[in-house]
């Protein structure tokens, strides 16, 4: 399992693996507790949250708090961590990512992630 696999669901708080048994719980929420810190947040917010508060810079890389992967740039850091609110599931043969803060359903990690940009 690749780091940027750990997944977090606003739903449930759950952190880690994914599982396609989370897919069936998405659900849009107005807010939640960041199941990393205990933070009171609201959904629309998560995204932004993550970056702030769970991107450490260590001189030019940045290490995210959630998976401690090392990553070169804040651009890097940041697509990174949008990942962990992206579920990829697969469903009758085909995959599909599902956006964790409210629900959306996109055929590839592309439109998830640039989809991801409305909730930063």
């Not at 579920?87 to 803060?101: D, H, K």
Request: net charge positive.
């Amino acid at each position: 399992m690749s780091k940027s696999s750990i997944v977090i669901c606003p739903s449930c708080g759950y952190l880690g693996s994914p599982s396609d048994g989370l897919a069936g719980e998405v659900k849009a929420l107005d807010s939640m507790t960041c199941p990393k810190c205990k933070a009171d947040i609201t959904v629309r917010n998560a995204a932004s949250h993550l970056v702030e508060k769970h991107l450490k810079q260590q001189g030019r890389n940045y290490t995210c708090d959630i998976c401690n992967a090392k990553l070169p740039s804040m651009g890097a850091a940041e697509r990174h961590v949008m990942q962990h609110l992206i579920l990829q599931a697969t469903s009758a043969g085909l995959n599909r990512f599902i956006c964790l803060v409210c629900g959306r359903e996109f055929l590839t990690i592309k439109a998830a992630l640039a989809h991801m940009k409305a909730h930063q």
